[in-house]
């Protein structure tokens, strides 16, 4: 059965679809304010252990991956209206019950937080992008950059919400204010999901917009679809896959701790704060312009261009002083949003859209796995780095690094060739 008969409403214009994606998505970008939470659940939870706080952040960010290839495979089958709302229910529950966790059982925050708000996530993440990428063939880049741009609007919106939530809800404990504010963004998730989710359909079959007609594929270009079994036999699947692992390490690292580093570079707390919202802020306008911008440049050279931006920029954290910390952090969150708002795009490029949910999903293992290990790797050197911010150096020339070899790695993509379709 489609999801499209499982629910009466049916959706006739296509911005629909996404205006109910882009309110969805912004709950979602409640996983890029985790360094509100951090400090509050290292010393409540972990004791004082950042390096076992942030992999929290960065589990929810591995398992998003799975649950999207699971989620994406199941939307295929039945259509993303019950995927999506089935995510929205398993993610608020991960959140009420990581409401729940206290310091004698820690590791249930990885499981709640992490496991169940992954899960969710995943199942609502790749099957809303794929699901506006079919309504939007004309555009594609451009509409996975409005897509994933509004989970950094998300960012911006709930900063301040938790920052207020966690001071009244907290009753002068630091880590309690931390805990409830989980439980109300469950209340959130639930009803926004909910009803959203009712307005989000897959167009007819060999949907086009009117006016468009598809562009000729270049000579040896990509025209079949292809299933995920497929896509996995491809070279270029694995150096699409491991370009967005090294490519994301930076921008995580600097989200996972915005706010300790500028607290640490000299910044006071509430403006630290603000730095949260910079980098959601330059994370969603990243997405946007980079989405739209290669669609005019192409796929390999905007994303060329990001790495190198990012392999020079991440090393600037270690030797910059004062308020100068939140114009690099604006940067990087900018470059950051630029790899999701690209990536969504160039995988449909060279797989095509009709499994697009579960083939994104595979993809985005690459950004799970890069996710675990930057998240380590930061809270690693956040320890060393307590009585002096400017010995986390290290992680920083390792996310540089990652960025120069995700350049090779774009380097040496080059289009499908053995999966073209004939035609007549």
Request: proline letters at 5%; charged letters at 10%.
């Given at each position: 059965?489609?999801?499209?008969?499982?629910?009466?409403?049916?959706?006739?214009?296509?911005?629909?679809?996404?205006?109910?994606?882009?309110?969805?998505?912004?709950?979602?970008?409640?996983?890029?304010?985790?360094?509100?939470?951090?400090?509050?659940?290292?010393?409540?939870?972990?004791?004082?252990?950042?390096?076992?706080?942030?992999?929290?952040?960065?589990?929810?960010?591995?398992?998003?991956?799975?649950?999207?290839?699971?989620?994406?495979?199941?939307?295929?089958?039945?259509?993303?209206?019950?995927?999506?709302?089935?995510?929205?229910?398993?993610?608020?529950?991960?959140?009420?019950?990581?409401?729940?966790?206290?310091?004698?059982?820690?590791?249930?925050?990885?499981?709640?937080?992490?496991?169940?708000?992954?899960?969710?996530?995943?199942?609502?993440?790749?099957?809303?992008?794929?699901?506006?990428?079919?309504?939007?063939?004309?555009?594609?880049?451009?509409?996975?950059?409005?897509?994933?741009?509004?989970?950094?609007?998300?960012?911006?919106?709930?900063?301040?919400?938790?920052?207020?939530?966690?001071?009244?809800?907290?009753?002068?404990?630091?880590?309690?204010?931390?805990?409830?504010?989980?439980?109300?963004?469950?209340?959130?998730?639930?009803?926004?999901?909910?009803?959203?989710?009712?307005?989000?359909?897959?167009?007819?079959?060999?949907?086009?917009?009117?006016?468009?007609?598809?562009?000729?594929?270049?000579?040896?270009?990509?025209?079949?679809?292809?299933?995920?079994?497929?896509?996995?036999?491809?070279?270029?699947?694995?150096?699409?896959?491991?370009?967005?692992?090294?490519?994301?390490?930076?921008?995580?690292?600097?989200?996972?701790?915005?706010?300790?580093?500028?607290?640490?570079?000299?910044?006071?707390?509430?403006?630290?704060?603000?730095?949260?919202?910079?980098?959601?802020?330059?994370?969603?306008?990243?997405?946007?312009?980079?989405?739209?911008?290669?669609?005019?440049?192409?796929?390999?050279?905007?994303?060329?261009?990001?790495?190198?931006l990012s392999a020079c920029i991440i090393p600037l954290v270690s030797f910059t002083k004062g308020?100068?910390?939140?114009?690099?952090?604006?940067?990087?969150?900018?470059?950051?949003g630029g790899f999701l708002g690209t990536f969504p795009a160039i995988t449909a490029d060279y797989?095509?859209?009709?499994?697009?949910?579960?083939?994104?999903?595979?993809?985005?293992?690459?950004?799970?796995?890069?996710?675990?290990?930057?998240?380590?790797?930061?809270?690693?050197?956040?320890?060393?780095?307590?009585?002096?911010?400017?010995?986390?150096?290290?992680?920083?020339?390792?996310?540089?690094?990652?960025?120069?070899?995700?350049v090779v790695l774009m380097l040496l993509l080059k289009h499908p060739k053995k999966k073209v379709?004939?035609?007549?």
């Amino acid at each position: 059965m489609k999801g499209a008969q499982v629910f009466p409403i049916k959706i006739k214009n296509r911005v629909i679809p996404v205006i109910a994606s882009i309110a969805i998505q912004m709950c979602l970008g409640t996983a890029y304010i985790w360094s509100v939470f951090q400090t509050g659940v290292a010393n409540y939870l972990f004791s004082g252990n950042n390096a076992n706080a942030a992999l929290t952040f960065s589990l929810l960010l591995a398992i998003l991956s799975v649950g999207s290839a699971f989620g994406g495979k199941i939307q295929d089958k039945i259509g993303p209206r019950p995927v999506i709302i089935s995510g929205g229910i398993i993610l608020a529950a991960g959140f009420f019950l990581s409401s729940l966790v206290r310091p004698g059982t820690p590791w249930l925050l990885w499981v709640t937080y992490g496991g169940l708000g992954g899960i969710g996530m995943g199942f609502i993440y790749s099957t809303s992008i794929a699901c506006c990428q079919k309504w939007f063939p004309d555009k594609r880049g451009f509409i996975s950059g409005i897509i994933v741009s509004a989970l950094g609007f998300g960012g911006v919106l709930f900063t301040p919400i938790a920052e207020s939530l966690i001071k009244t809800l907290g009753n002068g404990i630091e880590g309690i204010g931390e805990l409830k504010t989980f439980a109300l963004l469950a209340l959130i998730f639930i009803a926004v999901c909910t009803v959203g989710g009712l307005f989000i359909v897959n167009p007819p079959e060999n949907y086009r917009p009117k006016g468009w007609t598809p562009p000729e594929p270049k000579s040896g270009a990509l025209v079949q679809q292809f299933s995920p079994l497929e896509m996995l036999r491809t070279p270029q699947f694995y150096l699409i896959t491991g370009t967005l692992m090294l490519a994301c390490m930076a921008g995580l690292m600097m989200i996972g701790f915005a706010k300790p580093i500028a607290i640490a570079k000299g910044v006071t707390p509430n403006v630290a704060a603000v730095g949260v919202m910079i980098i959601a802020i330059f994370n969603s306008l990243g997405r946007l312009f980079w989405g739209w911008l290669s669609d005019k440049l192409g796929r390999k050279r905007t994303l060329i261009i990001l790495l190198a931006l990012s392999a020079c920029i991440i090393p600037l954290v270690s030797f910059t002083k004062g308020y100068m910390i939140l114009a690099l952090i604006g940067v990087i969150g900018f470059s950051y949003g630029g790899f999701l708002g690209t990536f969504p795009a160039i995988t449909a490029d060279y797989f095509g859209t009709k499994n697009m949910g579960s083939n994104y999903g595979f993809v985005l293992v690459g950004f799970g796995i890069g996710a675990v290990a930057s998240s380590y790797i930061a809270g690693y050197y956040k320890n060393i780095a307590k009585a002096d911010i400017e010995l986390m150096l290290p992680a920083f020339i390792i996310a540089s690094a990652a960025a120069v070899a995700g350049v090779v790695l774009m380097l040496l993509l080059k289009h499908p060739k053995k999966k073209v379709e004939k035609t007549n």
